[in-house]
């Protein structure tokens, strides 16, 4: 007898056998592609704190999303930077908002893309929360069941416009319900809802504020987004949002909650999606540009990380670019 070991792990000479036996595998097909799009006619912007990102105006959207479908990218999630915000955002509230405009548009251009909306209101808001405000004796504070009202009229409109899927980002209480039920009797019944059940209050959205133009004029999101030393809080969020009718389950930022990731995926049986965010991107990219990391390797065990963790679904910035190589 040799001396015991682990005699798969030794496989260097065999890429054929350590493929048959590796555990996870990354599939173009779970991936997302965030885009945001912007008002006006022939706009084409990088975000500077995402080189890469663009905000498009909706007909060079249509054209980037069909170049990423012909490398293989088959979803896009959207997000809106409407010309005018006001107090209750209601550019996402209206069959001819920049959203509604952009998903006909490209439903049209890309039918095959399946299109999924980001559903908040924080993009369209003056104030940048992600809802109706209300005074209260400690200051503004987020009305849930206005806005929950507002979601349901929101949601309506996405469905209307032909979006494939709506994912509600707010983390408002009750947003789930309001927003199943308002497809539910309107004719919505098969649309599916990804929920962004288990949202960090995170240093890691920075970029994106930049790119969606949304950050809060003033205080922060703490009172609805989760606090990153919680995890048992995640589950019970995720419960509450299994109950209410979600669909798919979305945990984020990414890599630094890769174990509310596996938690999740061990004591429930539903689809996980992960949200890789801007931050993320922004840091791999940063290095990567001073020659620091390998991109795509590193995408490419991030990407697998996630995996691992136990999603199903990507959403990641990288996405187009790991199709494209
Ligand atoms: C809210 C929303 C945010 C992100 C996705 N949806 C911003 C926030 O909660 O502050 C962040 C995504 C990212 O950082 O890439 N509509």
Same mark, same amino acid.
Request: a negative charge; one cysteine or more.
């Given at each position: 007898m040799s001396f015991p070991h682990n005699r798969l792990s030794r496989l260097r000479s065999s890429e054929v056998l350590r493929n048959m036996i590796a555990e996870n595998q990354l599939n173009l097909a *779970?991936?997302?592609? /965030? !885009?945001? !799009?912007?008002?006006? %006619?022939?706009?084409?912007?990088?975000?500077?704190? @995402? $080189?890469?990102?663009?905000?498009f105006s909706i007909d060079r959207a249509c054209e980037y999303i069909r170049r990423i479908y012909d490398v293989g990218v088959r979803s896009v999630l959207l997000f809106?930077? /409407?010309?005018?915000?006001?107090?209750? #955002?209601? *550019?996402a509230m209206s069959d001819s908002g920049i959203i509604q405009q952009a998903v006909r548009a490209i439903k049209r251009a890309v039918p095959g893309m399946f299109v999924i909306t980001d559903v908040c209101f924080c993009e369209y808001t003056d104030h940048g929360h992600c809802g109706v405000l209300t005074n209260s004796p400690g200051g503004m504070i987020?009305?849930?069941?206005?806005?929950? &009202? +507002?979601?349901?009229?929101?949601?309506?409109?996405?469905? &209307?416009?032909?979006?494939? @899927? !709506?994912? $509600?980002?707010? @983390?408002? %209480?009750?947003?789930?319900?309001?927003? &199943?039920?308002?497809? *539910?009797?309107? #004719?919505?019944? +098969?649309? /599916?809802?990804?929920s962004y059940a288990a949202k960090y209050a995170s240093a890691?959205? #920075? /970029?994106? &504020? %930049?790119?969606?133009?949304g950050a809060p004029s003033f205080g922060d999101r703490r009172s609805h987004q989760m606090d990153p030393r919680n995890s048992d809080e995640a589950l019970r969020e995720v419960q509450q949002d299994i109950e209410q009718g979600a669909d798919i389950i979305m945990i984020k930022p990414g890599m630094p909650y890769l174990d509310i990731v596996r938690r999740v995926k061990d004591n429930f049986n539903i689809p996980i999606a992960v949200y890789n965010v801007s931050g993320e991107y922004a840091m791999v990219k940063a290095a990567a540009a001073n020659g620091w990391l390998n991109e795509k390797q590193t995408v490419t065990e991030i990407l697998t990380s996630f995996k691992r963790a136990g999603a199903d679904i990507i959403i990641t910035y990288h996405a187009a670019d790991i199709a494209d190589k």
């Open positions: *779970d991936l997302v592609q /965030p !885009v945001f !799009v912007h008002y006006g %006619d022939n706009v084409e912007r990088e975000i500077g704190s @995402m $080189p890469g990102q663009y905000q809106g930077i /409407p010309e005018k915000k006001n107090s209750t #955002g209601s *550019d987020l009305d849930h069941e206005a806005t929950c &009202r +507002n979601l349901a009229i929101q949601v309506l409109t996405h469905a &209307r416009a032909g979006a494939d @899927m !709506v994912a $509600p980002s707010g @983390m408002i %209480d009750g947003q789930i319900l309001a927003i &199943r039920q308002a497809l *539910d009797s309107n #004719g919505y019944s +098969n649309l /599916p809802v990804m890691f959205y #920075g /970029p994106f &504020r %930049d790119a969606a133009q």
